[in-house]
């Protein structure tokens, strides 16, 4: 039995309980939530050829070749030096036709395919030239150059270039123009719209191309490409992911890490900096996952996704530790970290008349952007330098200092890392990180009950039922619903909670292009064309739809519990097999409309029947509303081709009293909404 004590004192439920986290990992942002199609769009993610790009050619007998003009150097020759736009677009790309009867052009893979939708209208701008510059500048005591001269063909370079999205065989072109190259030794950048034909049929397999029919020789430069964006926003987002995150309604969007913060090394920190303003000033950075970041997405989108969701900013600052261990030691030499920190916080909750509130004015967004929580670093439990303990106080206290309505998060959880948790003032929130299979989550659903409740706050800002790739399973739904029970029945101390990693786009690798992810059991997958929720994804969803302001205090008796299986080798110790509950509890109450939410789940192959006492209320309606997560094979899920095997299902139960009895199927979790006025 469940037993609802609603005549009992009710802790507040924390409004900011539910919320999101992000980073650039499994193609997040470039290749998923970020608008952007081309792939590789400044030429940077090359190693000896230009990932993403080709040569395309109409007749095999055609002469033309591409090659990556990299003028970031000061030993690179001048003529190659003088190709670069500024120092962030500093490598370009050079195609030169030299026998045409067809066409011959630049084509680009973009994110595993490009999404080609019916009526659709994309923006399509790239940077070109044909260079007229025959003889390069150069110092008189400067030797000749010895690499033989392009050839003498660049005054047939203006005229029309062909701008298409079409099949990757190049026999159906879904949409085109053109634009008119001009004639000029100096970069031009081009804009034009492409429309496809209402009756085209959904696809990825296509390619973006730029192309000529005219001997040349051209220069390209961010090449980009994009659909329409959620609410139309110019460097926006995709639409369907967009809108699944709205649906959430998260509180909160903890970012940009994560491991994304820190960098394997210090200089390949979130550089939040050169992030800003116009895509033509960000060089993009090498990012924690093994791709680089464009960092089209950079500090200003981050907040105007949270502003998009209704949520409220949780920001990660770089606190002078990296993943391989380089760190900085508090002291004069983490200054100026400390200070960039202060700018960034400037950046998002300046006025106009400070220094950063009016660059962000000047990038677009003049309104200050909300801001409570600031985290110091990233899981500092991984400092084997023992450094955070300085950091985090050297960070605190100038942050405070300067801005005393803000609340800094420690990154070290006291009660896990009793050892190097910081000294000094208690921190007034930790940041918990839990990732665990589904048997870990029911063993530990209840961890929170006996938490020191003068401890600090806890914010849990990681964690997910690891089962199932590319994104989870139902099993590890059931494993995450279990844990949230516990985190709501304790959300006086909980104050706040993310699922991590929110995305995934789930495609394996290609000739040309790796696998998209590098980590398992994410919450949202996608590819360039479709998008689904796994089932933790409406698991998530509903916890934060049907949620009170109160916790109800509850008890049980006689709940079934089961065997968790012994490892070989703790059978072999000899170790005793621990036992777990079957079903999981939380209820909540919204206290001005007097609304339960019930939260129950069912972990085993039965159904179970549960007796359910609502001890202490005055009336109880009997007609109430009832969604179900369920199937009856755990293991299975959601993918691209079947995006709603598991999905919530509502519906209604009539004839409850003070006591009822309720069945919860097998495999399930169920909220029941319960009127009681
Ligand atoms: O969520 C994936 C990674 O797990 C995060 O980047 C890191 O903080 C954690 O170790």
């Known amino acids: 039995a469940i037993t609802l004590h609603l005549d009992h004192a009710r802790a507040s439920v924390s409004s900011n309980l539910y919320g999101l986290m992000t980073e650039e990992i499994n193609h997040s942002y470039d290749g998923g939530l970020y608008g952007e199609l081309i792939r590789n769009r400044i030429f940077k993610d090359s190693k000896t050829s230009p990932e993403g790009w080709s040569l395309v050619k109409d007749n095999a007998a055609d002469t033309a070749s591409i090659q990556l003009i990299a003028a970031n150097e000061d030993h690179i020759p001048y003529d190659e030096r003088g190709q670069a736009i500024n120092g962030a677009l500093s490598i370009c790309l050079r195609l030169t036709v030299e026998k045409v009867s067809g066409k011959v052009g630049i084509a680009n893979e973009g994110f595993w395919g490009i999404p080609v939708k019916p009526s659709t209208t994309y923006r399509a701008s790239f940077y070109i030239k044909g260079s007229a510059r025959t003889e390069p500048f150069r110092w008189p005591w400067e030797p000749k150059p010895t690499t033989p001269p392009l050839p003498d063909i660049e005054n047939n370079t203006p005229g029309p270039v062909t701008v298409s999205i079409e099949s990757n065989d190049g026999k159906t072109v879904y949409a085109s123009g053109t634009i008119n190259l001009e004639k000029s030794i100096y970069w031009k950048k081009y804009n034009l719209t492409l429309t496809t034909a209402a009756d085209v049929q959904p696809t990825k397999d296509a390619r973006f191309v730029i192309s000529t029919n005219r001997l040349g020789v051209y220069y390209f430069n961010l090449v980009s490409l994009f659909p329409p964006t959620f609410n139309n926003q110019q460097n926006g987002f995709r639409t369907d992911l967009m809108q699944m995150l709205v649906d959430m309604k998260p509180k909160f969007l903890r970012f940009p890490g994560g491991n994304f913060l820190e960098g394997p090394m210090i200089t390949d920190a979130f550089p939040w900096k050169t992030t800003l303003g116009p895509i033509e000033n960000r060089p993009g950075h090498k990012g924690s996952w093994g791709y680089r970041a464009s960092d089209g997405m950079g500090l200003l989108e981050f907040l105007e996704w949270t502003e998009d969701m209704g949520a409220e900013p949780v920001l990660a600052v770089y606190a002078g530790y990296s993943l391989q261990g380089d760190h900085i030691d508090a002291g004069p030499l983490l200054k100026p970290y400390v200070n960039d920190a202060l700018d960034e916080i ?225 059978s072999a110790d000899g170790i005793q097999p621990k036992t777990v509950p079957t079903i999981f509890y939380s209820a909540t109450m919204n206290d001005t409309t007097g609304t339960i939410y019930l939260k129950v789940v069912n972990t085993i192959a039965k159904k179970q029947t549960i007796k359910i006492n609502l001890d202490g209320v005055a009336k109880v309606s009997p007609k109430a509303t009832i969604v179900v997560i369920k199937n009856d094979k755990p293991t299975d899920t959601n993918t691209i081709s079947e995006p709603e095997k598991i999905v919530p299902v509502t519906s209604t139960v009539n004839g409850l009293k003070k006591t009822f009895r309720q069945s919860f199927p097998p495999y399930s979790v169920t909220v029941m909404q319960i009127q009681t006025r």
């Not at 101390?493 to 590098?518: D, E, G, H, R």
């Not at 049907?546 to 916790?551: P, Q, R």
């Open 346 to 570: 400037e950046y998002v909750t300046g006025n106009t008349t400070t220094y950063w509130g009016a660059k962000r004015a000047g990038d677009g967004h003049p309104e200050p952007f909300k801001l409570h929580y600031i985290e110091i670093g990233n899981e500092d439990w991984f400092d084997r330098s023992n450094s955070y303990d300085g950091r985090f106080k050297q960070f605190r206290d100038a942050i405070e200092t300067k801005y005393p309505q803000l609340t800094c998060i420690s990154t070290i959880p006291a009660t896990q890392y009793p050892s190097m948790k910081v000294t000094g003032k208690q921190p007034a929130v930790v940041d918990e990180h839990y990732y665990r299979n589904s048997w870990d989550m029911w063993e530990h659903a209840s961890q929170y009950d006996n938490y020191d409740r003068n401890g600090p706050k806890i914010f849990v800002g990681e964690w997910a039922t690891r089962e199932g790739a590319p994104t989870t399973n139902l099993n590890a739904a059931l494993g995450d619903a279990a844990w949230m029970t516990g985190m709501e029945r304790n959300s006086d101390i909980v104050i706040m909670s993310c699922y991590a990693p929110l995305f995934v786009n789930v495609n394996t690798a290609t000739s040309t292009a790796p696998k998209a992810w590098q980590w398992d059991s994410d919450l949202i997958g996608y590819n360039a064309l479709n998008s689904y929720g796994s089932p933790s994804y409406y698991v998530q969803k509903l916890f934060s739809h049907y949620l009170g302001d109160k916790i109800v205090p509850a008890t049980v008796e006689n709940i079934p519990v089961q065997n968790r299986p012994l490892s070989k080798k703790d």
